[in-house]
C-alpha cells in the first residue's frame, strides 16, 4: 500500500512549482500583460469574428501537460481578441468596468497566499481588510455605526441578498407572499426582477410606478400606490430605488422616497450599484440626496471604483437585519465561534468559503489614495456633460435630458425614412468598426444609442474620438441610404 501512494505522490507532486517554474510563469504572464497594456491605445474597442473564439476548443483537456506559451496564445488570439474589449477607454458602452492593475497584483497574492476569508477566525486580518472596505462604503453613504455588508460577486447577488433581507425583516409568511407589494420604476436593473423570482417572491405583485420626463420614480404616485394597496389590504413589502440606472443614469428622489419608506414601514433599498461611488464627488453628493435613509444599498466597486469584473457589495444600515437573515450555524464550524471581534463574511452572506475580494479594493485604494479617485468621477461626469453638448451639434441628433451622471442617450432622426431602422444600422456599423464601443436600448419602442462614461482610461481624446467615428458613421450611413 505503502508502494502504491509513494506512486501516487510522485505523480500528485507535478501540482507543486518550484521557484524556478514560477519565476518562468510569472515572467511569462507579465510579459503578455506588459504586451496588452501597451498595445492598447492602439487595440479596438470591439472586434468583430468569425470563430468567436472558438479556437480553445482546440486545446481539450488531457492527462499530458501543455506548455504555458501555447496556453498565452490561445488566449491572446481566442480570448483577449474577439468581442468587447472592457479594459479600452474606448468602451463606452453598457455600464463599463475598470481592471485597475493594483487589483490584479491583489488578486495574485490573494490566491498564492489562499487565505480563507469566509470566517474571522481562520483569517481575522483578510476579514478586517474586508470589514474595513464594508465600513469606507457604509460611512460614504452616511450609514451609522452599526451598519454592515458583504462584498459580493456584483451587484445582481448583492440586490439579491437585500430582497432576502427585506424579505426576512418584513416577517412575512410564505402564505402571504402573494399579497405582497414591491415598488419599483420600469428602469430598474432587470437583476432585481430576477432576484424576486430566486428570492421565491414571484407571486409578489410588482408595481412599476410612473416616471417623470427625466425617468425618476414619481413619488406622488408611488404614496398613492403604497396607500391604496393597504387599502386593498396588500402588505406593501419594500421599494427599490435606483440610484443611477443602468439604461439612462436616472437617480429617484431618494430623500422623498426614503420619508415614504419611513412613514409605511417599508424596507428601503437603493440599488447604487452603478452610481454609488459618484458619493465621492460634489455632484454625486447632491443628486444622490437622502440615500442615507435607505435600509440598504448595492454599490460596485468594479463599476465606479474602476475595479477588475466580481466585486460588488451590500451594504445594510442595520447590521444585525442582515446577520439574522444570512447567519446559520454548523457543527463542523463550532471551532470559529470562539472568534467573534469582527463579524465574518459567512455570516453576511450565502457564501461559506469565497475569493478574497477586499484586497483587490484595499490595495488601489491604499496605493494610490483617494484623491485619483475622486477626480476621475468628476472627470467622467464632465466628458458625459461635454459629450452632451457636443452631440447636439451634429445636425438630426436628438439628445434626451442633460445626463444626470455619466450616461447620455440620443439618436440620430434622419430627414425621411425610419429613424428606428437608421439608428439600429447606426450602432451595428459602430460595431462592425469596433474603434470605439456604443450600446443601443429602447424607451417604448424608439432606439436610443447609450453613451456610459465610467472607464478609469476614458479621458477627452477618447470622447473626442467617440464624436469623430459617430459623425463619420452618421454620414456614410446618409449617404448610403440617398443611393438606396
Ligand atoms: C444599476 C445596476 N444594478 C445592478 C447591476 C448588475 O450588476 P452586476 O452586473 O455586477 O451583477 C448593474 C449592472 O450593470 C447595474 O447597472
Not at 65 to 82: A, G, H, I, M, R
Not at 92 to 116: E, F
Not at 313 to 337: C, E, P
Not at 342 to 371: C, T, V
Request: glycine share 8%.
Amino acid at each position: 500500500m505503502k508502494q502504491q501512494i509513494k506512486k501516487l505522490e510522485r505523480q500528485a507532486r507535478n501540482l507543486e512549482t518550484t521557484s524556478q517554474d514560477r519565476r518562468s510563469l510569472f515572467d511569462q504572464a507579465q510579459d503578455y500583460g506588459e504586451n496588452f497594456l501597451s498595445s492598447l491605445p492602439e487595440q479596438k474597442a470591439y472586434v468583430e469574428s468569425q470563430n468567436k473564439g472558438k479556437g480553445v476548443y482546440e486545446l481539450p483537456f488531457q492527462d499530458s501537460p501543455k506548455k504555458f506559451e501555447e496556453l498565452l496564445n490561445v488566449l491572446q488570439s481566442e480570448v483577449d481578441t474577439p468581442g468587447l474589449n472592457p479594459a479600452s477607454g474606448k468602451h463606452a458602452g453598457y455600464i463599463p468596468g475598470g481592471g485597475l492593475y493594483p487589483s490584479a497584483i491583489a488578486d495574485y497574492l490573494a490566491a498564492v497566499t489562499n487565505r480563507y476569508t469566509g470566517v474571522f477566525f481562520s483569517s481575522p486580518g483578510a476579514v478586517r481588510i474586508e470589514n474595513m472596505c464594508i465600513r469606507w462604503m457604509n460611512n460614504l453613504v452616511g450609514y451609522p455605526d452599526g451598519a454592515t455588508g458583504n462584498l459580493t460577486s456584483g451587484g445582481s447577488i448583492a440586490n439579491l441578498i437585500a430582497l432576502v433581507v427585506a424579505r426576512d425583516d418584513s416577517g412575512l409568511e410564505a402564505k402571504d407572499f402573494d399579497h405582497a407589494v414591491i415598488y419599483t420604476t420600469q428602469q430598474v436593473h432587470h437583476c432585481v426582477i430576477k432576484a424576486i423570482k430566486f428570492a421565491g417572491l414571484h407571486e409578489d405583485t410588482v408595481r412599476t410606478i410612473p416616471m417623470d420626463d427625466r425617468f425618476r420614480m414619481k413619488t406622488e404616485a408611488l404614496e398613492d400606490q403604497i396607500q391604496s394597496d393597504k387599502d386593498q389590504g396588500l402588505i406593501p413589502l419594500t421599494i427599490f430605488a435606483s440610484a443611477g440606472t443602468t439604461d439612462l443614469g436616472a437617480v429617484d428622489p431618494l430623500d422623498e422616497i426614503g420619508d415614504i419608506a419611513n412613514h409605511h414601514n417599508l424596507w428601503f433599498h437603493v440599488d447604487a450599484a452603478y452610481g454609488g461611488f459618484f458619493l465621492l464627488t460634489g455632484h454625486g453628493k447632491k443628486v444622490m440626496k437622502g440615500i442615507q435613509k435607505s435600509d440598504s444599498a448595492t454599490i460596485d466597486p468594479h463599476k465606479g471604483l474602476f475595479l477588475p469584473y466580481g466585486s460588488g457589495a451590500l451594504l445594510v444600515k442595520d447590521g444585525q437585519k442582515l446577520y439574522d437573515s444570512q447567519h446559520m450555524s454548523a457543527n463542523y464550524l463550532q471551532d470559529t465561534y470562539k472568534a467573534t471581534e469582527e463579524a465574518s463574511p459567512a455570516d453576511l452572506s450565502p457564501e461559506l468559503s469565497k475569493h478574497f475580494r477586499g484586497l483587490r479594493m484595499w490595495l488601489p485604494l491604499q496605493l494610490f489614495g483617494i484623491k485619483p479617485f475622486r477626480a476621475a468621477l468628476d472627470e467622467k461626469l464632465m466628458l458625459t456633460r461635454y459629450f452632451h453638448n457636443e452631440i447636439q451639434q451634429i445636425d438630426g441628433i436628438e439628445v434626451g435630458p442633460k445626463p444626470e451622471l455619466s450616461i447620455a442617450f440620443f439618436r440620430y432622426v434622419p430627414e425621411s425614412g425610419d429613424a428606428n431602422e437608421f439608428n439600429k444600422k447606426l450602432v451595428d456599423a459602430i460595431h462592425r468598426d469596433g474603434r470605439v464601443f456604443l450600446s443601443s436600448t429602447h424607451l417604448d419602442g424608439t432606439i436610443y444609442l447609450r453613451l456610459a462614461v465610467l472607464h478609469f482610461r476614458t479621458h477627452l481624446d477618447e470622447i473626442e474620438l467617440i464624436l469623430s467615428v459617430l459623425r463619420e458613421m452618421i454620414n456614410k450611413l446618409k449617404i448610403e441610404a440617398s443611393h438606396t
